[in-house]
Nanobody, 115 residues
Framework: QVQLVESGGGLVQPGGSLRLSCLAS????????MGWYRQAPGKERELVAT???????NYADSVKGRFTIDRDNAKNTVWLQMNSLRPEDTAVYYC?????????WGQGTQVIVSS
């Protein structure tokens, strides 16, 4: 069972940036398509970005051009660089396999975008 630990969230003003990190335990990390998800208060969890083991990426329309996902397979780590943050980006952010819920969810990392 892969364990996931997210970090890097915080309070940021609109227009600001944050870089989230996700460290995964286990072996063969590079074979998995990884995703960043978010869940805003009162809303369902949504997938915002994915990255294959080879580095191909996809983004939800709501974050395209502002967020960048990348990974280091040797470090079992995936990142989410978030720029031009908006209040509507406020949510708890999680990483997991791109198949949602394949592994147990980590605790997530809270992002609050507010002036």
């Amino acid at each position: 069972q892969v364990q996931l630990v997210e970090s890097g969230g915080g309070l940021v003003q609109p227009g600001g940036s944050l870089r989230l990190s996700c460290l995964a335990s286990g072996s063969f990390f590079g074979i998995y398509v990884m995703g960043w998800y978010r869940q805003a208060p009162g809303k369902e969890r949504e997938l915002v970005a994915t990255i294959t083991g080879g580095g191909s990426t996809n983004y939800a329309d709501s974050v395209k051009g502002r967020f960048t996902i990348d990974r280091d397979n040797a470090k079992n780590t995936v990142w989410l660089q978030m720029n031009s943050l908006r209040p509507e980006d406020t949510a708890v952010y999680y990483c997991n396999d791109a198949v949602p819920g394949k592994w147990a969810w980590g605790q997530g990392t809270q992002v609050i975008v507010s002036s």
